[in-house]
């Protein structure tokens, strides 16, 4: 049973920083891409970034502006999501998620972690 489960939201203050985690399990995703995206209420979802699981590559969206990072480790089979500069308007459900490729439709998602910035 593929799992992707996200772990690391919470409380956090203008200009803070966060980092988001997604464990995955249940299968290789050797050559597979995986991304976060956020949700906030009432708005539509927001594709972030994404990350090769095998060779590492990188894409942002363009609003990320150098704000966000993401990384995995292969040896834990997790994807980081580290945050920077965290605005209120940053607050949202961020959810990992797994395609074959950025081209793919992603097909494996995790529940996802709430993200509060305020004071």
């Known amino acids: 049973q593929v799992q992707l489960v996200e772990s690391g939201g919470g409380l956090a203050q203008p200009g803070g920083s966060l980092t988001l985690s997604c464990a995955v399990s249940g299968r290789s995703f050797g050559t597979y891409t995986m991304a976060w995206f956020r949700q906030a209420t009432g708005k539509d979802r927001q594709f972030l970034g994404a990350?090769?699981?095998?060779?590492?590559?990188?894409y942002y969206a363009d609003f990320v502006a150098g704000r966000f990072t993401i990384s995995r480790d292969i040896t834990k089979n997790t994807v980081y999501l580290q945050m920077n500069l965290l605005k209120p308007e940053d607050t949202a459900l961020y959810s990992c998620?797994?395609?074959?490729?950025?081209?793919?439709?992603?097909?494996?998602w995790g529940q996802g972690t709430q993200v509060t910035v305020s004071s």
């Open positions: 998620a797994a395609a074959q490729s950025r081209y793919h439709e992603y097909e494996y």
């Open positions: 990350i090769t699981w095998d060779g590492g590559n990188t």
